[in-house]
Nanobody
Framework: QVQLVESGGRSVQAGDPLRLSCTAASGHTFIFRTYAMGWFRQAPGKEREFVAAINWNGGTETYADSVKGRFPISRDNARNTVYLQMNTLKPEDTAVYYC??????????????WGQGTQVTVSS
């Protein structure tokens, strides 16, 4: 059983920074450092959309155009954790943010494991 737990979501003002974390808690069959990790978000009434992803060793990153240059993704394999640093937040960034684990870095929800999500609300 793989458990991905997101944290760090909260209400902030436009322009503020925020860092999301996602930690994998699992049995011995899930080796965090071998998985690509992604962040997705879903706003009310909208489909889940890709935000950012990083490959197993951090050598490859990919971003949605809407967050490129604002939301760097990183990972710490020693801590089984992936991060999303959210800078210059905008009201349109308001959504539930999900992390996911999969075999490859892809900008679509083709990931095997998902967290429960953390709410980010940005007020103008």
């Amino acid at each position: 059983q793989v458990q991905l737990v997101e944290s760090g979501g909260r209400s902030v003002q436009a322009g503020d920074p925020l860092r999301l974390s996602c930690t994998a808690a699992s049995g011995h069959t899930f080796i965090f450092r071998t998985y690509a990790m992604g962040w997705f978000r879903q706003a009310p009434g909208k489909e889940r959309e890709f935000v950012a992803a990083i490959n197993w060793n951090g050598g490859t990153e990919t971003y949605a155009d809407s967050v490129k240059g604002r939301f760097p993704i990183s990972r710490d394999n020693a801590r089984n954790t992936v991060y999303l640093q959210m800078n210059t937040l905008k009201p349109e960034d308001t959504a539930v943010y999900y992390c996911a684990a999969g075999n490859t870095v892809v900008p679509r929800p083709d990931y095997q494991y998902w967290g429960q999500g953390t709410q980010v609300t940005v007020s103008s």
